[in-house]
Structure formats: structure tokens, C-alpha cells
């Protein structure tokens, strides 16, 4: 499989329309969605970009941008032709709380809630934006192949993306590895820097996540992204680790970067078990 170009998309929108408030869309996945863990279902960070895509773009009754996202799969994502269903549950002119479900055929496969902020002008003197981490280095000139674990076939959404990942993984250390998406979320429409920001924020269930893979599974049922600022750049660095517990259950927190400074945060919840 070759590497995404610009031009190239996670999902091609078959058709949507607007219900009395609930907004439908059918999409089909390319590819470039799939998975690690089954060749049959998306990586989660193609479905959490098709979050951000649907939810970012519910009407409001001012300029708003997601200040936070929080999607749970209850199982497998296909890849295969999918509705989702979005609604705003509370409105207003400063807050705007909505949902979104993926549905496989009649049966919910994941489902997202998000909030919005309206955006103000005039509170330049209470800006504290923060500088970037001294422990992240910027990603190189010239980005290396990636290079798949042994054993552990390189899923289609890797493809999608460009990672520069960190070499001196330590399980339950901070780690810090760079991504960028390289082509669409939706085919003929350009990704806003939120949506782009949430396909590779996934990726932070991996931070600090050294283990046999051929061995050990560790899925992510869950992510949280707190958004300060869209990303700056294309380039996005996830700083974080994860901690294992005994009883097969896991978490991983990781400090999100462009390459200015730090502009969002991101928790998930881990399903560790053998393959």
C-alpha cells in the first residue's frame, strides 16, 4: 500500500441531510482507515477525526470551536458504509453541547459527545499560551521509513500519516513522538486544524506504551481531547505515558504540542490483553 497523497481521504461522503435536528450522513472509508488490531475495523484515530469533521460543523448561532471531544467505541468500527447521526442537545451563544453516534447498519458502534466555546475578541491581555516542552526536540529534516514491529503488519491508517516516533520507548516513562496527517478527512473538502489534530491525537494511548506486540493487544475504548488553540502547524507532537495496572486495565495522558507550544491534552482508558 503507498503512502497517502493530499488528495487522498480517510472517507468519501455518500450523502447527508437534516432531520428535525438530527443531522445524517452516510460515509464509506477508504483504506487508509484500517486498523492494527483487525484488518476488518478503523484505527481510532480515523474515527475520531470523523467525530471531529461531523461535530465541528454543527450549526451555531456564533463563531464556536471544539473545546473538547470525548468518543467511546462500544466495538469494532468496519470498514464498511456507515451513518452517522449528530444533534445539538443544549444550543446557545457562548456554549454549545451536541452528540454523535456511528451506527453499522441499525447497531451503534461508537459514539462521541463534544462541547463548544464561543470565540471573543478583545481578552489578548489574559492570554497564557505556554512554550514548547524543553524535552521536545523538532522533528527532523528528512523523515525516516517507518519501520513495522516484527511480527505486526503495518495497518492502511499508518499510511495515512507521517510519524516520527521515539526510538528510546520506555513502558511507564514520558515518551515524545511527532505525526502529522497527510491527506483528508472527507473527499474534495480541506480538514480544519481541530480535525486534524484529532486523527492523530489517538496516537497518545501509545505514548510511553513499550510491550510485545506480537505478544499483547492494549486497545483505547475511549479518548478525551481538551483543546486551548487549533494547531499552528502541521506537525503534531504527542508528549505523554501510560501506566499498567494488574488487572489487565490501563491509562495513558499525554500533553499535545504543534511546533509553537503546547495547544491541547488528551487521556484514554486501556483494554490490555493477550493476542
Known sequence: MQNALPDDYLFRLLDSEERDGLFVSHVEPTPFTGGPWNKAHQHGGAVSALFARVLGRLDSPTPMRLTRLTLEMFRGVPLTPLRVEARVIRGGKRIQSSEATIFDGETPVARATALRVRQANGLAELVVAGSIDPDITPPPEVIPAFEARPGFEIPGYIYACEIIPNPDLVAG???????????????????????????????????????????????????????????????????????????????????????????????????????
Open 173 to 275: 516513562e514520558h515518551s515524545t513522538f511527532w505525526a502529522k496527517l497527510r491527506c483528508r478527512v472527507f473527499s474534495g473538502e480541506e480538514p480544519t486544524g481541530i480535525e486534524r489534530l484529532a486523527a492523530v491525537v489517538d496516537f497518545a494511548s501509545g505514548a510511553g506504551n513499550a510491550m510485545d506486540y506480537t505478544r499483547f493487544s492494549s486497545i483505547n475504548p475511549d479518548l478525551t481531547v481538551h483543546i486551548l488553540t487549533e494547531p499552528r502547524s502541521d506537525w503534531i507532537a504527542i508528549r505523554g505515558r501510560t501506566l499498567r495496572a494488574i488487572d489487565g486495565i490501563g491509562m495513558s495522558h499525554a500533553t499535545i504540542h504543534d511546533l509553537r507550544g503546547p495547544i491541547a491534552e488528551a487521556s484514554a482508558s486501556l483494554l490490555l490483553g493477550e493476542r
